[in-house]
């Protein structure tokens, strides 16, 4: 075994992976995690699901073949940076589940009825948490070194090389020899100067649903370096939380999906835009974008009890009413405008010819539409949920080559960088969203990472 280790900073899925696949062919394994034990996993604690191409599985319903996930991206994401690394990524997941299975982690078969029906992805048994520990345990089982609260503060680069990896600040700060190092500390979404340099004033309006570790501190040293910048440094994936999640790491449950069943105003009491109008998987996502336009970056989903009844359940139950002016005051919205809006709403409701079918009600001469679930709002109590824009990853990341090794602006790689996880991923998509495609990618290039250093 090589004495100076690999050394791997991060501690979510791509860190792990890469430990685990490093550990596997023989290397000297460290690994540094930011965050305290209590605290490790990175955003991969709060996920759930990852995306996967398949043949018959008891995992995922039907079949998902290579070519489609390929088209899925290329719809949902447009073009890749990195078009042969995308490609790349769709081939390796067909493997992923056996080899997550083999590293410990469970998945739920899709039979068991616990987890939504889904042909695309395929489910984590206990959530992201669940397999956060269990590659913790196999890592450590296979000796990789596990050092938490070390957050690395500084790289030293000669010829091309790392030749210093430097933790913590400080008196207790130390420092380590690499023989290589794997980047794979996530992206920099909970950084708020780089929420405050995009958005100004209205970055006060937003929260991050994930760890507060993820700062891009590791993403701006290797930019300090030289290496090459891709994807989009000025956006981010935002979804419609409510409005009352902590200001970090509120996780899925603060999530708000319902939209359709409701209808969505400002804080003056004012619709913005057709809340029938997106389709399922999108939903939240597209109104993380527009609540970031919203006034105080706030929105209210408007629900009646039968909206109520429909809506799935949140972290946080809704404001109840008994009617709109007591709703209004409430959320201090202008009572006149309130109920305004949704009689001028419950105007233009138009029933279909098939009134048991909700996706056909629709609006007629209201502006802007509501074109499907236009049910009026009439049942009380009335309630409502406060939303804000979540924040959940960033677009810019370093670029890597085949084998993820960090390149360097002029095209070159450095001789021992590679990176993994939502630090490369904009290689691979810089914008939209597929579900279940950053865990995909984390695991992946993770393991790939892991795998590519024969030299140790
Ligand atoms: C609420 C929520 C739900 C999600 N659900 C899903 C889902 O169901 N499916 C899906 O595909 N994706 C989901 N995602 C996105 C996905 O979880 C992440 O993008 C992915 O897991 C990231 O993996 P990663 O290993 O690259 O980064 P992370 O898991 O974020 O890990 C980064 C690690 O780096 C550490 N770190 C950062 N800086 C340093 C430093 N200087 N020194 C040492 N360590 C450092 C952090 O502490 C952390 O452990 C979700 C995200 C959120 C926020």
């Not at 290397?27 to 191409?53: C, D, K, M, Y």
């Not at 410990?104 to 987890?115: C, E, I, K, N």
């Not at 794979?184 to 780089?194: I, K, L, P, V, Y």
Request: hydrophobic fraction near 45%; glycine fraction near 10%; proline fraction near 7%.
């Amino acid at each position: 075994m090589n004495s100076a280790p690999l050394v791997i900073i991060g501690g979510g899925a791509a860190a792990l992976c890469a430990a685990i696949a490093a550990r596997q062919r023989g290397a000297s394994v460290l690994l540094l995690e930011q965050a305290p034990r209590w605290q490790r996993g990175g955003n991969t604690r709060h996920s759930r699901n990852f995306r996967i191409t398949h043949d018959i599985t008891p995992l995922s319903l039907g079949i998902y073949s290579a070519a489609e996930f390929r088209a899925d991206l290329d719809r949902a994401t447009g073009t890749a940076s990195n078009p042969a690394l995308r490609q790349l990524l769709v081939d390796e997941s067909a493997t992923l589940t056996e080899w997550l299975a083999g590293a410990g982690v469970q998945l739920q078969p899709v039979t068991a009825g616990r987890v939504p029906p889904s042909r695309r992805t395929a489910f984590l048994r206990g959530g992201g948490t669940a397999m956060i520990n269990a590659l913790y345990a196999r890592a450590a089982e296979l000796g990789v070194m596990i050092r938490y609260d070390s957050a690395v503060t500084g790289l030293q680069f000669e010829d091309g090389r790392v030749i210093r990896v430097e933790v913590g600040r400080g008196a207790g700060a130390w420092s380590v020899t690499p023989a290589g190092v794997i980047v794979a500390s996530g992206g920099a979404q909970a950084n708020r100067n780089w929420w405050r340099e995009r958005w100004g004033a209205a970055a006060a309006g937003v929260v991050n649903r994930g760890i507060p570790h993820a700062d891009g501190a590791v993403l701006n040293l290797l930019l300090q370096q030289g290496a090459q910048a891709v994807g989009d440094p000025t956006q981010a994936y935002l979804v419609a939380v409510d409005a009352r999640s902590p200001a970090d790491d509120g996780g899925i449950v603060t999530r708000i999906r319902c939209m359709p069943r409701g209808l969505v105003v400002d804080a003056h009491g004012q619709r913005r835009y057709d809340e029938g109008g997106d389709t399922a998987s999108t939903r939240y996502a597209r109104w993380g974008q527009r609540l970031l336009q919203f006034p105080g970056q706030v929105g209210y989903l408007l629900l009646d009890a039968r909206g109520l009844r429909e809506a799935p359940p949140a972290l946080v139950p809704p404001l109840r009413a008994p009617d709109l002016a007591v709703l209004a005051q409430q959320l201090k919205i202008p009572v006149p405008a309130l109920r305004e809006t949704v009689m001028a709403y419950n105007a233009a409701v138009q029933p279909p010819a098939d009134a048991a079918q909700a996706l056909n009600w629709h609006t007629v001469g209201l502006e802007p539409p509501k074109s499907r679930y236009a049910l009026p709002l009439r049942e009380r109590p009335f309630a409502a949920y406060p939303m804000r824009p979540g924040i959940t990853f960033t677009y810019h990341g370093v670029g890597v080559d085949m084998h993820l090794r960090v390149l360097r602006s002029d095209g070159s790689s450095f001789e021992n960088v590679w990176a993994a996880g939502m630090v490369m991923a904009p290689n691979i998509f810089s914008s939209g969203y597929v579900s279940g495609l950053a865990l995909t990618i984390s695991c992946v290039s993770g393991r790939l990472a892991g795998e590519q250093n024969p030299h140790l």
